[in-house]
């Protein structure tokens, strides 16, 4: 059984080594010579960098180093906790050489990098970038980083920095995490850039109910070694915003529907010329001069005889035209005619 001093003994001995154990410097800051550095990154080591010299120099491209001196010159004042700062950086950018204490040039020591991020969107179910376009929602996505980033991950590793996908809903809040078609979730944080267009794999389903349809905002960031808080400029260390429109149907086509339906179909035919809906007709007031009046026959059928007679008569208060007094005269005619046959017969 273990006596309180064992005990005492062995609780002093845990805390001795925690204390002699030195704090770790993050997984991402040890440079080595002729290694990348990000304007922006501070923290850095770069002991193994500089070999010992004092400070570094810059030359213009096409000059003769060995023979010429730097254009422009940094001391270095401390090494293990060196800093990229965007001024002067951001102008030299390109190798940087070591400068012994002789002012000479003793080999390169790091190569400084204007940072750069962008990231897009990809429709995973038809392989097509719909980056500030839409998906059919249901279908699955990924996401593509394209950065120069990629040089930081291959100084070792770490679970606690990398570059970080934002995902912004309609409505305006933030996602840490996607759902993909099997219920999987898949962090945004932290991820590790293996070239300078990194795919995610198929980490979000669109049609998930957790999922509204609307326009989703889209960016990444990088902050590694404090990155983004010295140098936080749109398209280097955090990318421009992009968009996603996640709905059912294609905007790009509309189908006008009218808010009242007819359901009687009706033909207006509107005519040129307007007509009264009463015809009237026009009598002349001028009586002709000759009227010819055509009375309505009589018929007599006679059974018997089966004798037909048809008479006409003249209307009553017509005065007689001349029609009339020939009449008269072929009557007289007939009478003359008849005596002279008469005569012959006597004689």
């Known amino acids: 059984?273990?006596?309180?001093?064992?005990?005492?003994?062995?609780?002093?001995?845990?805390?001795?080594?925690?204390?002699?154990?030195?704090?770790?410097?993050?997984?991402?800051?040890?440079?080595?010579?002729?290694?990348?550095?990000?304007?922006?990154?501070?923290?850095?080591?770069?002991?193994a960098a500089l070999g010992g010299d004092p400070s570094i120099g810059w030359w213009a491209s096409g000059a003769a180093i060995a023979t010429s001196s730097p254009d422009y010159t940094y001391p270095v004042s401390s090494a293990s906790n060196f800093y990229v700062s965007p001024s002067p950086f951001e102008q030299y950018t390109g190798s940087w050489y070591r400068i012994?204490?002789?002012?000479?040039?003793?080999?390169?020591?790091?190569?400084v990098y204007d940072p750069s991020l962008a990231v897009r969107v990809i429709d995973s179910s038809i392989?097509?970038?719909?980056?500030?376009?839409?998906?059919?929602?249901?279908?699955?996505?990924?996401?593509?980083?394209?950065?120069?980033?990629?040089?930081?991950?291959?100084?070792?590793?770490?679970?606690t920095e990398g570059i970080t996908l934002y995902v912004q809903a309609p409505s305006g809040g933030q996602y840490s995490a996607l759902l993909d078609n099997s219920g999987r979730l898949h962090s945004l944080e932290n991820l590790v850039l293996s070239g300078p267009s990194?795919?995610?794999?198929?980490i979000?389903?669109?049609?998930?109910?957790?999922?509204?349809?609307?326009?989703?905002?889209?960016?990444?960031?990088?902050?590694?070694?404090?990155?983004?808080n010295n140098y936080g400029v749109p398209g280097k260390t955090i990318s421009q915003q992009t968009t996603l429109l996640d709905q059912e149907q294609n905007p790009l086509i509309s189908v006008n529907v009218p808010s009242t339906v007819s359901t009687t179909n009706s033909l207006t035919v509107q005519p040129t010329t307007a007509f009264p809906t009463?015809?009237?007709?026009?009598?002349?007031?001028?009586?002709?001069?000759?009227?010819?009046a055509i009375p309505s026959p009589t018929v007599t059928t006679t059974s018997q005889s089966e004798t037909t007679t048809v008479a006409q008569s003249i209307p009553v208060g017509t005065t007689p035209t001349s029609a009339d007094g020939f009449g008269s005269i072929l009557a007289i005619v007939s009478i003359f005619a008849m005596v002279v046959i008469i005569l012959k017969k006597q004689l």
């Open 100 to 111: 012994n204490s002789q002012g000479k040039e003793d080999g390169v020591a790091f190569t």
């Open 204 to 228: 979000w389903d669109t049609g998930n109910s957790q999922y509204t349809t609307g326009t989703y905002l889209i960016w990444a960031k990088c902050d590694i070694n404090s990155m983004y």
């Open 127 to 159: 392989n097509l970038d719909v980056t500030n376009k839409w998906i059919p929602r249901g279908d699955q996505a990924a996401f593509i980083i394209d950065s120069n980033l990629n040089p930081i991950f291959l100084r070792g590793s770490s679970s």
């Open 198 to 202: 990194y795919q995610t794999p198929v």
């Open 278 to 292: 009463t015809l009237s007709a026009v009598i002349p007031t001028t009586t002709p001069s000759i009227q010819y």
């Open 1 to 47: 059984m273990l006596t309180d001093t064992k005990i005492r003994f062995g609780m002093v001995f845990i805390c001795i080594s925690l204390l002699a154990v030195p704090v770790m410097a993050g997984a991402y800051t040890t440079i080595q010579q002729g290694g990348a550095v990000f304007i922006g990154e501070q923290g850095l080591d770069i002991t």
